[in-house]
T-cell receptor
Framework: GNSVTQMEGPVTLSEEAFLTINCTYT??????LFWYVQYPGEGLQLLLK?????DKGSNKGFEATYRKETTSFHLEKGSVQVSDSAVYFC?????????????FGTGTRLKVLA | SQTIHQWPATLVQPVGSPLSLECTVE??????LYWYRQAAGRGLQLLFY??????ISSEVPQNLSASRPQDRQFILSSKKLLLSDSGFYLC???????????????FGPGTRLTVT
């Protein structure tokens, strides 16, 4: 079945440090991939997405590239800010599964220290 | 884009009491709707999803149920709450119709339920 695996958190960084949050997936078809962000006490917001191999999604300085050969969609940011502190979820949607379901990773908590 | 409304925002209920959480969607028609639960510090658990009025798929057998009485209204219910029902409940929506690429889900602000 389809699955998403994220690196365990929490990830603690100093302001302006480089961020990588790893995400790998398994899917039967050609899934669309997403990164969502959740700030404390709020719902999830879409951060970026990619729908085919080698696509790069980007938003607010965050980037992730759809790597079919390594089945990965790692999230990166060159210089994090305290306001980036949140929980980040990797997710996939696989039309080949024949359902409308989304598969989410367990989430990675990021703490950025001033 | 879509806007998802959920209420109440917070709820404290005793064990054994009933539950009704409501979700409504603006900005789209015939959406696919989802209920998720997020336990403290944990990931998302899909509870139910619906592709149309009266059409509910259950993902996890438990004492919760869902209904979709109108196109853009999704309700989560329970007749008798358990302590384990505590959590953060999220409603989500995505464009309806055929299964397709690239459609992201939009999430509501969530309802925090504490069962005491």
């Amino acid at each position: 079945g389809n699955s998403v695996t994220q690196m365990e958190g929490p990830v603690t960084l100093s302001e302006e440090a480089f961020l990588t949050i790893n995400c790998t997936y398994t899917a039967t078809g050609y899934p669309s991939l997403f990164w969502y962000v959740q700030y404390p006490g709020e719902g999830l917001q879409l951060l970026l997405k990619a729908t085919k191999a080698d696509d790069k999604g980007s938003n607010k300085g965050f980037e992730a590239t759809y790597r079919k050969e390594t089945t990965s969609f790692h999230l990166e940011k060159g210089s994090v800010q305290v306001s980036d502190s949140a929980v980040y979820f990797c997710a996939l949607s696989d039309p080949a599964s024949g359902t409308y379901k989304y598969i989410f990773g367990t989430g990675t908590r990021l703490k950025v220290l001033a | 884009s879509q806007t998802i409304h959920q209420w109440p925002a917070t709820l404290v209920q005793p064990v054994g009491s009933p539950l009704s959480l409501e979700c409504t969607v603006e900005g789209t028609s015939n959406p696919n709707l989802y209920w998720y639960r997020q336990a403290a510090g944990r990931g998302l658990q899909l509870l139910f999803y619906s592709v149309g009025i009266g059409q509910i798929s259950s993902e996890v057998p438990q004492n919760l149920s869902a209904s979709r009485p109108q196109d853009r209204q999704f309700i989560l219910s329970s007749k008798k709450l358990l302590l384990s029902d505590s959590g953060f409940y999220l409603c989500a929506s995505r464009p309806g119709g055929r299964i397709g690429f690239g459609y992201e889900q939009y999430f509501g602000p969530g309802t925090r339920l504490t069962v005491t």
